[in-house]
């Protein structure tokens, strides 16, 4: 039950791209929507007299009657279906359409939803569910319509950005050039200047005004743009933001060049402003006008346009020069053979930049390649440097940067030893995507396992302790600002302004945007959070310390899982992170483990490769180096000492007479997690946690908030090592949940007896999934003999709380609309009286009644 199940009414089709859809509409093939929809046809067929009965009526749907597509049409509209593309790595690889008949056999996929589907069109292939109760259409088309899928959960930042050919289109549209044809003009309004566009008479590129009224009676006034951003804005909401429209009402909204990341932004503003529907307009107009003009435009390429730049051969003697020198002066014993391959390497990539420099400076704005790289479309600065510019170094087999660089480029072409060095990485890159596939895989369940009964199970769990959040840095690098980190978070106390003492977000209320930019304007560093790491709600979290539901940007609703969206905001970019260890030339104690082992190795709280050392007080430095050892001495203020040898080739991280606090690193590396636990006790491990996983993913360019990872790590310390059980009823050595542990805690100190004593404990997210209190859960996870066996001798009992051990028997889950207090909601006004018999009949009678009006509404 747990692993699939068999499903009637679906079907699986290639899919194609459907440029005429709407954003809410997929096309089926009209063969497979006949299968698919059968029994409504035939219903239908009986009810509109074109059958005498259901076996007639299923006679001419297999003779394929033509009356019987009339009825199909009917029968389809307005009855969403579910598609669904493998592998479902997110909760957005399921939406649904209104389905639409299309001719041939392939089903037609709307191009803006492909990102969410991480579908292409080489062949991919999609299922198609029906949803067949009223129940299940409604949810369908009110919680998975596409419309309503509009950012992603992960980021909260929208994952329906044009791609490719429309952000081409997008952005040749909106480039302004010089001295084009018809530059100058003026127009009485916009049909005019379409017209002189239709007809020749002024280019794209052209600058020209164009007068813009905002009413019939307004004289309006004289807007200069090019006629490219005129025809761009036109159904674009003109409020987003960009102008300030209480001192400009008439210049175009959007009067710049649109590449990538301008389109996303556009997008998130229209969403934040206009919500789903009108976001969806847009989108449909953006992707239409992209298609269109990137034909127009003939964007293409040719190897005319790799230019390879004049000074390249220069720059490339200098380096042989400079590396000629180092050669000589190891050969004559003046450096060792260590610093000349680190001087190689650094000489060899200074050239690189400089012929990449020399490459992107001598590129014209209007080269195809450029255009195509600069908007976002495809290709990266990198690519083009390949292309044009030189390859650069090379790493081989185990990840050592080879001395040899590759001096051409692809339009040059490669020499013989050229093209074997290249080899190498070629290969080692499709190794690689192969085994991260299946370890992001492996990673993504079990984070589901851990977290999967995390659901928002009430409005306010009334705790009083926060989270004190400021940005992540590493040195003076801001792994993530604070903006990202408190956007969308409940504040526990008032945040005040430093300068006019005035409150900025009183406590209890929502950081919003502009709130959350005003912060960060004014210099404060530190707010104080509601956070999932606080909050008091057993068996789930409150909505209060939850903050924004991500995917809609309205604060999470009570039944949300927000366990499992967490798991999955993680694990589904982690085929995006690089599989590989960093090698530093062979350093001995900097093989620092990084992407995704790193996130792995954190999320299981192992002991990390390459182990800092970690100061165990606080207090002053002093470094003593004799002949045989180095040592870093710290000193408290009592003045008593503690001494760390420090091994052969580790760097350290501190210098004489800094002033250390417990648990900072003395030397270079990843610390044991356990250790921080034992020094700085819990909110310092879940904040190193934080911080490491942030750190990987976005040193990869992926942004994920912090509250998805915050919900793994509660479920990671929300257990307790009993170490003298008192007078309670607690074995000693054994793991209780935070909560049973303080109820019985308090039990005792009631009755007068002696409390428990425990330390936090800190597992892995494998352990954590099989120390859970669900047995069924736990042995559909690993190790199913071991925990069942014990589950009998212990007596066990599963209250089934989780959304697992409910799908394993097959209940509704109890999420969403599964939850209880959506289902005691009564639709008679009467009060029903539990012992009155007859108030309950006739209200089962109500509720019968108005879902079979629904029904008939429906089939209307």
Known sequence: NLLGKRVDYSGRSVIVVGPELKFYQCGLPK?????????????????????????????????????????????????????????????????????????????????????????????????VHVPLSVEAQAEARFLMLATNNILAPKDGQPITTPTQDMVLGAYYLTIGLENIKGEGMIFRDYEEMLMAYNNGIVGLHAKVKVRKKLSEEDRGKLIESTVGRFIFNEHIPQDLGFVDRTKDPYSLEVDFLCDKSALGKIIDRCFRKHRNTLTSIMLDHIKQIGFKYATRGAV???????????????????????????EKAFRRGLISDEERYGKVIETWNEITEEVTGALMKGLDP?????????SGARGSKNQIRQLGGMRGLMANATGRTLEIPIKANFREGLTVLEYFISTHGARKGLADTA??????????????????????????????????????????????DLYDRIVGRYVLEDVVNPETGEVIVPSGQMVLEDMAEEIQRLGIEKVNIRSTLCCNTEHGICAKCYGRNLATGEPVKVGEA????????????????????FHTGGVAGADITQGLPRVEELFEARKPKGLAI??????????????????????????????????????????????????????????????????????????????????VYRLQGVDINDKHIEVIVRQMLNKVKIEDAGDTNLLPGSLVSTFAYEEENNRIVAEGGEKAKGQPALLGITKASLATESFLSAASFQETTRVLTEATIKGKEDHLIGLKENVIIGKLIPAGTGMKRYKSITLDTEKVDDKDDEIEEETDEIIENVIFDKVVQIQK
Request: aromatic share 4%.
């Open 366 to 374: 209007m080269n195809n390649m450029f255009i195509m790289a600069q």
């Open 31 to 127: 063969k497979m929507a006949l299968e698919l929809f059968k029994p409504f046809v035939m219903k239908k067929l009986v009810e509109d007299n074109h059958a005498h009965n259901i076996k007639s009526a299923k006679r001419m749907v297999e003779k394929v009657k033509p009356e019987v597509w009339d009825v199909l049409e009917e029968v389809i509209s307005e009855h969403p279906v579910l598609l669904n593309r493998a592998p479902t790595l997110h909760r957005l690889g399921i939406q649904a359409f209104e389905p639409v008949l299309v001719e041939g056999k392939a089903i037609n996929l709307h191009p803006l939803v492909c990102t969410a589907y991480n579908a292409d069109f080489d062949g991919d292939q999609m299922a």
């Open 435 to 480: 085994l991260r596939t299946a370890d992001s895989g492996y990673l993504t369940r079990r984070l589901v396992d851990v977290s999967q009964d995390v659901i928002i199970r009430e409005e306010d769990c009334g705790t009083t302790k926060g989270s004190l959040v400021g940005a992540f840095k590493d040195g003076n690098e801001i792994i993530e």
């Open 614 to 695: 970690v100061s165990e007080t606080g207090g002053t430095v002093e470094i003593v180096n004799t002949k045989k050892k180095r040592e870093v001495i710290v000193r408290d203020e009592n003045g008593e000492e503690t001494s760390y040898t420090i091994p052969y080739g580790s760097r350290l991280k501190v210098k004489d007479g800094d002033i250390l606090e417990s648990g900072d690193e003395i030397t270079d590396g990843s610390v044991n997690p356990h250790d921080i636990l034992r020094i700085k006790g819990i909110d310092g491990v879940q904040n190193y946690i934080l911080k490491e996983v942030q750190r």
């Open 562 to 581: 927000v366990g499992i969206i967490a798991a999955q905001s993680i694990g589904e970019p982690g085929t995006q992170l690089t599989m590989r260890t």
């Open 300 to 326: 293409t390429i040719a190897v005319g346009d790799m230019e390879v730049p004049k000074e390249k051969s220069e720059l490339i003697s200098h380096a042989e020069e400079r590396v000629d020198k180092y």
